[in-house]
């Protein structure tokens, strides 16, 4: 039964994908068809999160080959908890999307594509199965960063293809590297042999992974081409790559840091931190000084980034929680930051502060919820210095995300300014309420954090 | 044979992060195409044995060469090349809308686009606003809409 979930959550949006790519995606038809398909696999990630968190790991291998041979899918619930609010993010996009219409035949394929890849990855419980998940996500990503096909969002998805394959490439060769000193490329065995092989290898092919998920995430020397990727996209893509394919990186991070080769990520701490530190400054100085909404959102990401990286750095099962409950609730602030901006309309204002709140960490909306988890972290580590670092980053963002409240809709309506239609602005109020009910009501978020630390550290999930 | 297999990564991949670092895109292209070349060539060399075809029946006792690599070169190489077709269509898409694929040709199309738009703003209109979506709901950061 629970095998048979974990293996319906990946193949769901797979098969629709597939049946999508040959249907024409302007048609809302074709648009509905493509909710449906991602609402089951939605489900099924669901259903799947509840058995992992009642009785522990569900686990398959694929094609019924014995343990060891074939590729084995893991849901735990590090897994699942990533699973859910991406495919859930996608979801929420694709909604608004096809409420708006779609103007392009291969939207809803892609969108279905980024959604079975991101499934698939989370719930692998193989290195280069999570490469081939990862290029299969990323790939549709390319394609639907040019989504509009205008000139300059061209060049973002060019840009943003030829670095992130950059990072796809050095994953590879991490992983090619972690086969051959390892023998394996199951996930448990690799962690298991890693502590035995030569240390000097295996830091270098620990430094490969960090360097490749941290161009995913956006981290501070690796942030370059973050911002004009997201000021080309459109609202719903936008929302899809920070608040869904950015979680590859914090992902990644943790499997292959914490789980993975966590001596050699004890090793890194202080660069860890450092770079951590620098990205929570540098991304919230710059979205200060900007003014472009989308330009703002986009440096904030970079930001947000150093808190997940900072929480990795601190580790143990306090920092570790706090990593996955920032990394969830900043996939749910994205989502609804960059669709509200997206949209014009009455109380649409007020979805947008609620989303500003959870940004700054301001009970009771769930991004107080993150902050805390990161302050009690912080202050378990010890530090005085990450506290505070903590808490300006926390002050600035309170600026930059007021700032875009006040140019955005504090202004006069202009005119010939249309009023998004009704059920968009139902949709972003919805997705508002989610942010504040998961910030009235933490304990799902506080348990699903708890149980993927218990993951990392050891423990059963 | 160890040194000369990585000293043939060593220059393909060199030769590809030189190519990327260069103003004309289709040559970007080719970089990446030989870097993810160089990731190949690295799978295979990371389980490099010789032996027996892993072909059943086996031979007892023989020594069976390493089958895995050779499948997660191919998967890598199919992943590549497809992305390679992808980048080409960017590139071509960047062509016909910009007559160049010279990056910096292409940027300063993209800042001339922009300042003609500017020019052409409504005094009246808040600068600040100017990406306010005219064609449809749910528009944000599409200048060219605003044409």
């Given at each position: 039964?629970?095998s048979t979930l974990?293996a319906?959550?990946?193949?769901?949006?797979?098969?629709?994908a597939a049946?999508?790519?040959?249907?024409?995606?302007r048609?809302?038809?074709v648009g509905?068809i493509?909710?449906?398909?991602?609402?089951a696999?939605f489900?099924?990630?669901?259903?799947l999160?509840?058995?992992?968190?009642?009785n522990?790991?569900?686990?398959?291998?694929a094609g019924?080959?014995?343990?060891?041979?074939?590729?084995t899918?893991?849901?735990?619930?590090l897994?699942?908890?990533?699973?859910?609010?991406?495919?859930?993010v996608?979801l929420?996009?694709l909604?608004?999307?096809?409420l708006?219409?779609?103007?392009?035949?291969t939207f809803?394929?892609?969108?279905a594509?980024?959604?079975?890849?991101?499934?698939?990855?989370?719930?692998t419980?193989d290195?280069?199965n999570?490469?081939?998940?990862?290029?299969?996500?990323?790939t549709?990503?390319?394609?639907l960063?040019?989504?509009?096909?205008?000139?300059y969002?061209v060049?973002?998805?060019?840009?943003?293809?030829?670095i992130?394959?950059?990072?796809?490439?050095?994953?590879?060769?991490?992983v090619?590297?972690?086969?051959?000193?390892?023998?394996?490329l199951?996930?448990?065995?690799?962690a298991?042999?890693?502590?035995?092989?030569r240390?000097?290898?295996?830091i270098?092919?620990?430094t490969?992974?960090?360097v490749?998920f941290s161009?995913?995430l956006?981290?501070?020397?690796?942030?370059f081409?973050l911002?004009?990727?997201?000021?080309?996209?459109?609202?719903?893509?936008a929302?899809?790559?920070?608040?869904?394919?950015a979680?590859?990186?914090?992902?990644?991070l943790?499997?292959?840091?914490?789980?993975?080769?966590?001596?050699?990520?004890?090793?890194?701490?202080?660069v860890?931190?450092?770079?951590?530190?620098a990205?929570?400054?540098?991304?919230?100085?710059q979205a200060?000084?900007?003014h472009?909404?989308?330009e703002?959102?986009?440096y904030?990401?970079?930001?947000?980034a150093?808190?997940?990286?900072v929480?990795?750095?601190?580790g143990?099962p306090?920092?570790?929680a706090a990593?996955?409950?920032y990394?969830?609730v900043?996939s749910?602030?994205?989502?609804?930051?960059?669709?509200a901006?997206?949209?014009?309309?009455p109380?649409?204002?007020?979805?947008?502060?609620?989303?500003?709140?959870?940004?700054?960490?301001?009970?009771p909306?769930?991004?107080?919820?993150g902050k805390l988890?990161?302050f009690r972290?912080?202050v378990e580590a010890g530090?005085?210095?990450l506290?505070?670092?903590?808490?300006?980053?926390?002050a600035?963002?309170?600026?930059y995300?007021f700032?875009?409240?006040q140019?955005?809709?504090?202004t006069p309506?202009?005119?010939?300014e249309?009023?998004?239609?009704p059920?968009?602005?139902?949709l972003v109020?919805?997705?508002?309420?989610?942010v504040?009910a998961?910030?009235?009501w933490?304990?799902?978020l506080?348990?699903?954090?708890?149980?993927?630390?218990r993951?990392?550290?050891?423990g059963?999930? | 044979?160890?040194?000369?297999?990585?000293?043939?990564?060593?220059v393909?991949?060199g030769?590809?992060?030189?190519?990327i670092?260069?103003r004309?895109l289709?040559?970007v292209?080719?970089g990446?195409?030989?870097?993810?070349?160089?990731?190949?060539?690295f799978?295979?060399?990371?389980?490099?044995?010789r032996?027996e075809?892993?072909?059943y029946?086996?031979?007892e006792?023989?020594?069976?060469?390493?089958?895995?690599v050779?499948?997660m070169a191919?998967?890598?190489i199919?992943?590549s090349?497809?992305?390679?077709?992808l980048?080409l269509?960017?590139v071509?898409r960047?062509y016909?809308?910009?007559?160049s694929v010279?990056?910096?040709d292409?940027?300063a199309?993209?800042?001339?686009?922009?300042?003609?738009l500017?020019?052409d703003?409504?005094p009246?209109?808040?600068?600040?606003?100017?990406?306010e979506?005219?064609g449809?709901?749910g528009?944000?950061g599409?200048?060219e809409?605003?044409?």
């Amino acid at each position: 039964m629970e095998s048979t979930l974990l293996a319906l959550a990946v193949l769901i949006p797979w098969a629709s994908a597939a049946a999508l790519s040959l249907a024409d995606g302007r048609r809302p038809l074709v648009g509905w068809i493509s909710v449906a398909g991602l609402g089951a696999g939605f489900a099924c990630v669901l259903g799947l999160t509840f058995l992992v968190l009642r009785n522990g790991p569900v686990e398959t291998v694929a094609g019924g080959w014995p343990e060891g041979v074939g590729i084995t899918l893991r849901a735990d619930a590090l897994g699942v908890a990533f699973a859910v609010v991406s495919v859930g993010v996608i979801l929420v996009s694709l909604v608004y999307e096809v409420l708006g219409g779609v103007r392009s035949r291969t939207f809803p394929a892609l969108v279905a594509f980024v959604a079975a890849g991101l499934t698939g990855l989370f719930l692998t419980g193989d290195a280069f199965n999570f490469y081939v998940f990862f290029e299969i996500s990323m790939t549709a990503a390319y394609a639907l960063a040019g989504y509009r096909e205008k000139g300059y969002q061209v060049r973002a998805a060019f840009i943003f293809a030829v670095i992130n394959l950059l990072g796809s490439v050095i994953f590879l060769i991490a992983v090619a590297a972690l086969y051959h000193v390892t023998g394996s490329l199951d996930m448990e065995v690799i962690a298991e042999r890693a502590g035995r092989v030569r240390p000097g290898s295996i830091i270098s092919i620990a430094t490969a992974v960090f360097v490749a998920f941290s161009l995913k995430l956006g981290l501070f020397p690796f942030h370059f081409w973050l911002p004009a990727v997201y000021v080309g996209s459109h609202p719903p893509v936008a929302a899809i790559l920070s608040g869904a394919l950015a979680n590859i990186g914090g992902y990644g991070l943790l499997r292959f840091g914490a789980d993975v080769l966590p001596r050699e990520l004890e090793f890194g701490t202080a660069v860890v931190l450092v770079l951590g530190g620098a990205s929570i400054v540098y991304g919230a100085l710059q979205a200060v000084s900007r003014h472009e909404t989308v330009e703002v959102l986009a440096y904030s990401a970079i930001g947000q980034a150093g808190y997940i990286l900072v929480a990795i750095g601190i580790g143990g099962p306090v920092g570790y929680a706090a990593a996955v409950i920032y990394a969830v609730v900043n996939s749910m602030n994205k989502a609804l930051l960059f669709l509200a901006a997206g949209t014009r309309g009455p109380l649409i204002g007020a979805a947008f502060a609620v989303g500003a709140f959870s940004v700054v960490g301001v009970p009771p909306v769930a991004g107080f919820v993150g902050k805390l988890a990161m302050f009690r972290a912080s202050v378990e580590a010890g530090g005085v210095a990450l506290t505070a670092l903590i808490f300006v980053g926390g002050a600035l963002s309170f600026v930059y995300v007021f700032q875009v409240y006040q140019r955005v809709f504090w202004t006069p309506e202009q005119k010939g300014e249309k009023v998004s239609p009704p059920p968009i602005r139902a949709l972003v109020l919805l997705l508002a309420g989610l942010v504040l009910a998961a910030g009235l009501w933490p304990e799902p978020l506080l348990a699903l954090g708890e149980a993927a630390a218990r993951v990392l550290s050891g423990g059963p999930g | 044979m160890i040194l000369i297999l990585s000293a043939v990564i060593a220059v393909v991949f060199g030769s590809g992060a030189f190519l990327i670092l260069q103003r004309d895109l289709f040559r970007v292209v080719v970089g990446i195409v030989l870097i993810s070349n160089a990731a190949n060539l690295f799978i295979i060399s990371a389980g490099l044995t010789r032996g027996e075809p892993p072909i059943y029946p086996l031979l007892e006792g023989a020594t069976i060469a390493d089958p895995l690599v050779q499948a997660m070169a191919l998967t890598a190489i199919v992943i590549s090349s497809s992305v390679a077709a992808l980048l080409l269509s960017l590139v071509y898409r960047l062509y016909v809308a910009h007559d160049s694929v010279d990056i910096e040709d292409v940027s300063a199309a993209e800042v001339r686009e922009a300042e003609a738009l500017e020019r052409d703003e409504d005094p009246g209109r808040d600068p600040e606003r100017e990406e306010e979506p005219r064609g449809s709901p749910g528009d944000v950061g599409l200048r060219e809409d605003t044409r």
